[in-house]
């Protein structure tokens, strides 16, 4: 069983960054890809960003692109996700996941792992 934390939330004024960490169990190419997902109360829950571990390929939600970075760690299995320009809609709890077949942000459901979740407030 893979065992994802996740770090880095917090409140922050509209504008302003955040930096959110997700630490994996296993080794860093155990799994096919890792993500973030996120969810405001009432809303579905929306993938955000994913990477593809054996390499650097990434996807991004239309409503981020171009304001958030996702990555990952060259020795570990770990992946950071970098936000900036930060707007209030962003306000979620922001989920890391685990793929091991696929890699696709569109489908939750596809996703085999999940953290507890980071809150992330902009105001």
């Known amino acids: 069983h893979v065992q994802l934390v996740e770090s880095g939330g917090g409140s922050v004024q509209a504008g302003g960054s955040l930096r959110l960490s997700c630490v994996a169990s296993?080794?860093?190419?155990?799994?096919?890809?890792m993500g973030w997902f996120r969810q405001a109360p009432g809303k579905e829950r929306e993938g955000v960003a994913a990477?593809?571990?054996?390499?650097?390929?990434?996807a991004y939600a239309d409503s981020v692109k171009g304001r958030f970075t996702i990555s990952q760690d060259a020795a570990k299995n770990t992946v950071h996700l970098q936000m900036t320009q930060l707007r209030p809609e962003d306000t979620a709890m922001y989920y890391c996941a685990v793929d091991r077949y696929l890699c696709s942000i569109r489908y939750h459901l596809s996703w085999n792992y999940w953290g507890q979740g980071t809150q992330v407030t902009v105001s």
């Open positions: 990477i593809l571990l054996r390499g650097d390929d990434t």
């Open positions: 296993e080794d860093k190419y155990s799994n096919f890809c």
